[in-house]
């Protein structure tokens, strides 16, 4: 008869989980660091959105970002493969960020073959989805195999758009991508950013807010309107009340969708500012239980 792998699930601070959804799915977090006038905060750990934000919109310098040492990936890895057969890692895009490379160095020194990490190529809920997915998947008894099939499958399936006020903080931080070229003539306008090939891109330049919001839209809805379920997040930069607007709309208008809302925190905030409003989705493969 054989029995059930144990399974170890682990990401970093920017699939931005809430305490509640790391406590109840048992998923270990390894921060990423932002540092503000000179201070270190460890994301979700040492500084909160409002106190960030709040910071950000006073301060001259422009905020930076640091990936988690290798030793901190090793030291959680080795703590859970005390009482687990096999540790999963679900981690920030390594087209944004050294974390998965720093993870996948920690995860040959500490035991390759019962660590698995693997690069998300997104951020956010784009992480936190599969993510939650695969604890779930796991605990009805789909093995680390099955895990990774379906994290394979529903990264690919991801789609996402953001509506930014300002490209300055990309353009500044150095995450801009192919986009960067086209930065002095996106000033005056509102454009409309998606995630190709793990970097941040433009996807489409237009003259106004309403208007990008509804470019946004018209792809999900090509999407969305087929039908098929769709797991997804509203997904935004101090910009609550808006982001819960959207959601109901949505969610009223398809019913195969299935929508959270989520807050950037520091790290992807600093490299975003404030005032994002954006949808990631992809196509829902867990059957319900």
């Not at 270190?40 to 919109?57: K, L, P, T």
């Not at 989520?262 to 239980?289: C, F, K, M, N, Q």
Request: hydrophobic content about 45%; some cysteine; overall charge negative.
């Amino acid at each position: 008869m054989m029995t059930m792998e144990k399974l170890a699930f682990v990401t970093d601070s920017t699939a931005y989980l809430t305490p509640e959804q790391a406590a109840e799915y048992g998923i270990t977090v390894v921060p990423l660091t932002v540092i503000l006038e000179g201070q270190a905060f460890r994301e979700g750990v040492d500084i909160s959105n409002d106190e960030f934000y709040a910071r950000m919109a006073t301060t001259q310098s422009f905020p930076t970002t640091s990936q988690p040492a290798v030793g901190e990936f090793a030291e959680v890895f080795e703590r859970l493969l005390k009482d687990h057969d096999r540790v999963l890692a679900l981690l920030l895009s390594s087209g944004l960020s050294g974390t998965y490379n720093a993870a996948e160095t920690a995860a040959r020194m500490v035991d390759p073959d019962r660590v698995t990490v693997v690069d998300s190529r997104i951020a956010s809920y784009g992480i936190a989805g599969p993510l939650l997915d695969g604890v779930q998947l796991a605990r009805r008894g789909g093995s680390a195999e099955d895990v990774l099939r379906l994290w394979d499958e529903e990264l690919a399936s991801e789609k996402a758009y953001f509506v930014i006020d300002t490209l300055e903080y990309l353009h500044r931080g150095g995450r801009i991508g192919g986009a960067a070229a086209v930065f002095g003539a996106l000033l005056q306008i509102k454009p409309i950013l998606t995630m190709r090939d793990g970097k941040i891109d433009l996807f489409e330049k237009v003259r106004t807010h309403r208007r990008a919001m509804e470019r946004m839209l018209a792809e999900l809805d090509r999407d969305a309107s087929t039908g098929h379920p769709l797991q997804g997040c509203v997904v935004h930069s101090r910009r609550l009340a808006d982001a819960l607007a959207l959601r109901d709309e949505l969610a009223a208008k398809y019913p195969n969708l299935r929508l959270d809302v989520s807050e950037l925190g520091p790290v992807i905030g600093a490299h975003t500012g404030p005032g994002v409003l954006a949808v990631i989705y992809y196509r829902r493969l867990l059957p319900d239980a």
